[in-house]
């Protein structure tokens, strides 16, 4: 479970779903939220749930986003999608644990009654106000179920009432804490969306910020991100071969506890990082 | 007379509109540009989910700007769930 590009898909546009597979996004959410209007939330229900039950998705994990717990939409839009091939549902706007252990039960009682195993639905949360950002560890810890947390920055800067910049200083502590926390509670740690599509050096930068928060992947809104999301989000040739170069010597040394590389001292942590990159190269090479 | 649509006049997708009429067929009015190359597999579809819904005394007009399959399914039931909401008593399978 890796995904650098998380790339939300309007779930009312039949054409932009059933072209979004081939993009190279490592997942997509379908979205039932903010791209639909509150008249045609039926209709792009059903059209997501037709979408995941006839179309082929295979080679990109789907994600459907419901809108809100307190919206009259949350239980039917799960519904809808509970018993198709989506990896999980991403719930928006999230601010206590009371809403997690909310979604948690929601979803063990939908695979109960359909007869789905257990844990088959994972989910992901959106952080986007203040109090979300300040109840993290809680809303991490509230359910084994829940595999990730995303941080929505539009509505967070809206909830704060500040301007949201390019730059994204304003969104510093916010992005570090969220990503400090998801890390800490053995969660992956999504970044906002960089809004502006046609400003590519900007993507990159703002993907460097996300990385040196600890932030695992980024939600993309253009299929034209995707690939620039992807190749910022993964370690460079020379990391990966590096990578490779000091697990062999670790094997071939017997697997100590600490070693020696190019004179600089690999111990336990160290090599942990460079096992990641290793097996994030693996995936990429579909092994 | 009650009627209900669902779709846009937008590539890749169907606009459906559903009328509740006082025979007991379902009259199938299909307008694409595809229409003769695929206007016998969409009013399958069609009659097929009617047929699913327990559905009679409708017409149906089929507006297609080269929906698949999935577009069409989705956006036919919910336009049959709409005009329920309308009055219509029968149940709509989703």
């Known amino acids: 479970m890796f995904w650098r590009s998380i790339m939300y898909v309007p779930g009312n546009t039949p054409s932009m779903i059933q072209s979004s597979m081939i993009y190279g996004a490592d997942a997509i959410v379908l979205d039932l939220e903010d791209s639909v209007e509150e008249n045609e939330k039926d209709s792009a229900r059903n059209l997501v749930s037709y979408a995941l039950k006839m179309l082929d998705f295979s080679g990109t994990d789907v994600f459907v986003r419901t809108n809100s717990v307190d919206s009259k939409h949350f239980l039917k839009d799960l519904a809808a999608v509970a018993d198709t091939c989506i990896y999980g549902i991403r719930v928006p706007k999230v601010q206590k644990a009371e809403e997690i252990i909310y979604i948690d039960q929601s979803i063990t009682k939908i695979e109960k009654e359909l007869g789905l195993p257990a844990g088959k639905i994972k989910f992901m949360v959106s952080i986007e106000s203040a109090l979300g950002v300040l109840n993290i560890k809680e809303i991490c810890l509230a359910s084994q179920r829940l595999i990730g947390i995303a941080f929505g920055a539009e509505d967070f800067t809206y909830d704060m009432s500040i301007k949201r910049t390019k730059e994204g200083k304003e969104l510093a502590f916010a992005r570090s804490v969220l990503a400090l926390t998801a890390r800490a509670c053995g969660k992956i740690a999504i970044d906002c969306v960089f809004s502006d599509t046609k400003d590519s050096e900007g993507l990159k930068k703002d993907c460097e910020t996300a990385k040196s928060f600890g932030m695992t992947g980024k939600s993309v809104i253009h299929p034209g991100q995707v690939e620039a999301v992807n190749e910022l989000f993964s370690p460079s040739v020379q990391e990966v071969d590096q990578a490779r170069r000091v697990i062999e010597q670790y094997e071939k040394l017997g697997c100590p506890g600490v070693f020696s590389f190019e004179g600089n001292m690999v111990d336990l942590p160290v090599l942990k990082k460079y096992q990641r990159i290793y097996e994030l190269y693996g995936r990429d090479k579909g092994e | ?94």
Request: charged share 30%; proline share 0%; with cysteine.
């Open chain 2, 1 to 94: 007379m009650k009627s209900a649509s669902c779709g846009k006049a937008k590539k890749g997708d169907v606009l459906i509109t559903v009328s509740s009429i006082d025979s007991e067929k379902v009259v199938i009015n299909i307008r694409s540009k595809v229409k003769e190359l695929y206007a016998h597999e969409i009013e399958k579809t069609v009659r097929e989910i009617v047929s699913q819904a327990g559905k009679t005394n409708l017409e149906i007009t089929v507006d297609d700007y080269g929906a698949l399959d999935f577009a069409l399914r989705a956006r036919l039931i919910t336009a049959l769930q709409r005009l329920q909401e309308k009055g219509d008593d029968t149940d709509v399978l989703a």
